[in-house]
């Protein structure tokens, strides 16, 4: 049972940044909402209110993102994570061959044993360093100030940071961030589009609209003749006919049919370049999957 456990843990590795889209209802987790879940689930204590104050942000936004992105879910996994694969006695249950694996595209995993350099074991409280010094900004990432942070020697830091890789593990997390900050990037901009195109198409279809009023009226005054007769009577109350000329002339038809035309080919064209915008570019596939 505990190693069917273990294995299930190192599948689902929740504490990890989550794929595109992989929030409730579909939502990204952003680079900032990750850096705020990692302060969190690596405190003794936990405590939104304190995440809040720490980063400067509203208490009601940690609320939500700890919603929309299951810390409690997550923080439980890590948890789990660090009572089973951090302890010596449980490293034998891990089967290396998958740490492996992961290792190459997620070097800020943890390591597997034996895969430190010259065959050292990086410790839960070694990985749980590394996680703090990868929770730095990355143009203010420093051992001194991690070591007085953590309440140990800068001497002890560089041996761990040499010993087990921070560095490059550190320049893979922040490519990844990079690639997440990307995909957040290309979504806005699709959303964008989208509003954008919507709007578009009813401009279309009122533009559509108000072309065929326009030779609908045409056709109606083509339909009468250019002179009104009306019967009246004179003084005497005989009927006379009288010859009135129309509201409307040829001219006042032609530039209406004009008019009626050019909006119906701006609204047709436009259509036009909307449709074949759409489908020349094809969305891309998604390279963050797991």
Same mark, same amino acid.
């Given at each position: 049972?505990?190693? !069917?456990?273990?294995? #299930?843990?190192?599948?689902?590795?929740?504490?990890?940044?989550?794929?595109?889209?992989?929030?409730?209802?579909?939502?990204?987790?952003?680079?900032?909402?990750?850096?705020?879940?990692?302060?969190?689930?690596?405190?003794?204590?936990?405590?939104?209110?304190?995440?809040?104050?720490?980063?400067?942000? +509203?208490?009601?936004?940690?609320?939500?993102?700890?919603?929309?992105?299951? /810390?409690?879910?997550?923080?439980?996994?890590?948890?789990? #994570?660090? +009572?089973? *694969?951090?302890?010596?006695?449980? /490293?034998?249950?891990?089967?290396?061959?998958?740490?492996?694996?992961?290792? =190459?595209?997620? =070097? /800020?995993?943890?390591?597997?044993?034996?895969?430190?350099?010259?065959?050292? &074991?990086?410790?839960?409280?070694?990985?749980?360093? @590394? !996680?703090?010094?990868?929770?730095?900004?990355?143009?203010?990432?420093?051992?001194?100030?991690?070591?007085?942070?953590?309440?140990?020697?800068?001497?002890?830091?560089?041996?761990?940071?040499?010993?087990?890789?921070?560095?490059?593990?550190?320049?893979?997390?922040?490519?990844?961030?990079?690639?997440? @900050?990307?995909?957040? #990037?290309?979504?806005?901009?699709?959303?964008?589009?989208?509003?954008?195109?919507?709007?578009?198409?009813?401009?279309?279809?009122?533009?559509?609209?108000?072309?065929?009023?326009?030779?609908?009226?045409?056709?109606? !005054?083509?339909? *009468?003749?250019?002179?009104?007769?009306?019967?009246?009577?004179?003084?005497?109350?005989?009927?006379? &006919?009288?010859?009135? =000329?129309?509201?409307?002339?040829?001219?006042?038809?032609?530039?209406?049919?004009?008019?009626?035309?050019?909006?119906?080919?701006?609204?047709?064209?436009?259509?036009?370049?909307?449709?074949?915008? #759409?489908?020349?570019?094809?969305?891309?596939?998604?390279?963050?999957?797991?």
């Amino acid at each position: 049972m505990a190693t !069917m456990a273990m294995k #299930h843990e190192q599948t689902q590795r929740l504490w990890l940044p989550l794929s595109p889209n992989g929030g409730k209802n579909g939502a990204t987790e952003s680079a900032i909402a990750y850096a705020a879940f990692e302060k969190y689930y690596l405190m003794d204590k936990r405590s939104l209110r304190r995440v809040a104050q720490e980063l400067g942000q +509203s208490v009601k936004l940690l609320e939500r993102w700890s919603s929309e992105f299951r /810390w409690i879910e997550r923080a439980a996994a890590w948890d789990f #994570h660090r +009572s089973n *694969f951090g302890k010596p006695e449980n /490293w034998n249950r891990v089967n290396p061959g998958s740490s492996e694996e992961e290792q =190459p595209e997620r =070097p /800020w995993l943890p390591q597997a044993p034996g895969q430190g350099k010259e065959g050292t &074991t990086e410790t839960a409280l070694n990985h749980g360093t @590394f !996680m703090r010094y990868l929770a730095m900004r990355p143009g203010q990432r420093s051992l001194r100030e991690l070591a007085r942070l953590e309440g140990k020697s800068e001497t002890l830091m560089e041996r761990w940071s040499s010993r087990f890789g921070w560095a490059q593990r550190a320049a893979a997390w922040n490519q990844q961030q990079a690639r997440v @900050f990307a995909a957040e #990037h290309e979504q806005r901009q699709r959303e964008r589009a989208v509003v954008e195109a919507r709007k578009l198409k009813d401009v279309n279809e009122r533009r559509y609209q108000l072309a065929e009023k326009a030779l609908d009226r045409v056709e109606q !005054m083509l339909a *009468f003749p250019l002179i009104e007769t009306a019967i009246e009577t004179d003084d005497s109350g005989r009927p006379i &006919t009288i010859l009135r =000329p129309a509201k409307w002339s040829f001219t006042t038809a032609w530039e209406l049919a004009q008019l009626g035309d050019r909006i119906l080919r701006q609204s047709l064209q436009s259509a036009s370049e909307q449709y074949s915008s #759409h489908f020349s570019h094809p969305a891309p596939e998604d390279d963050f999957e797991d």
